[in-house]
């Protein structure tokens, strides 16, 4: 036999094999083989199963007050009206796995608020714009306070949040929406809440609605 004769009946039905196979390779693939490619594939998601929910690419922030064991509860104390000479009374209580700011608001003499003031946090929080709580109310309205130093009298950061009576719910709050307040006035020219300069936080009611009051409070943390 002829030596192109060889190559012929050698590399023909090579060929032939190759592009056999490309074409059933090809047509094998699946529909989604023409989408983009995913970068986070491997990266684990919290998503629940059958949603487009982003994956997650860090750790959840720890929380700042954790009130389900008796170490978030530290060092808060109350501050009353009656620094001013009013006559409303309230208290910070640990209970079966949350913490209860109870009490009883007045409006005698010029009175009109109870609240609760957290010790200084010990980081300092970057890359956060939200605050985040459990809470269970009585059905009034409650303020959470921000304070930016450790003047006892000074300027307050504060936002409001509705209750539902006896249900849990989490309450999300923008730091952009808290306003600077002191003794209940706002405060012109007082610059913007900046996360890096958040110190403490604080429980109060001053709803003008004499009368018993209750919020408890699971857990406090920023996002």
Request: one cysteine or more.
């Amino acid at each position: 036999m002829k030596r192109r004769d060889i190559l012929r009946n050698t590399l023909v039905p090579s060929f032939a094999f190759v592009l056999a196979s490309a074409c059933i390779s090809s047509e094998g693939e699946s529909e989604d083989a023409s989408a983009p490619a995913r970068p986070d594939e491997g990266v684990v998601s919290n998503a629940p199963s059958g949603t487009d929910g982003p994956p997650v690419t860090e750790e959840p922030r720890p929380l700042l007050f954790d009130f389900t064991g008796s170490e978030g509860f530290k060092s808060w104390r109350t501050v009353d009206d009656r620094v001013m000479g009013g006559v409303s009374r309230s208290r910070l209580f640990l209970g079966d796995g949350h913490a209860t700011f109870q009490g009883n608001l007045s409006l005698e003499n010029n009175g009109g608020f109870a609240s609760v003031r957290s010790p200084e946090i010990e980081e300092t929080l970057r890359d956060i714009d939200k605050v985040r709580l459990k809470v269970r109310g009585d059905g009034r309205s409650y303020q959470l306070s921000i304070r930016t130093d450790r003047v006892f009298d000074g300027v307050r950061y504060r936002t409001s949040f509705e209750t539902e009576e006896d249900v849990w719910q989490e309450v999300v709050l923008s730091l952009k929406d808290f306003r600077p307040t002191w003794r209940g006035r706002r405060v012109p020219g007082a610059p913007k809440l900046a996360a890096p300069d958040i110190r403490s936080f604080g429980f109060m009611v001053t709803d003008k609605q004499e009368g018993q009051f209750r919020l408890d409070v699971e857990w406090l943390g920023a996002e």
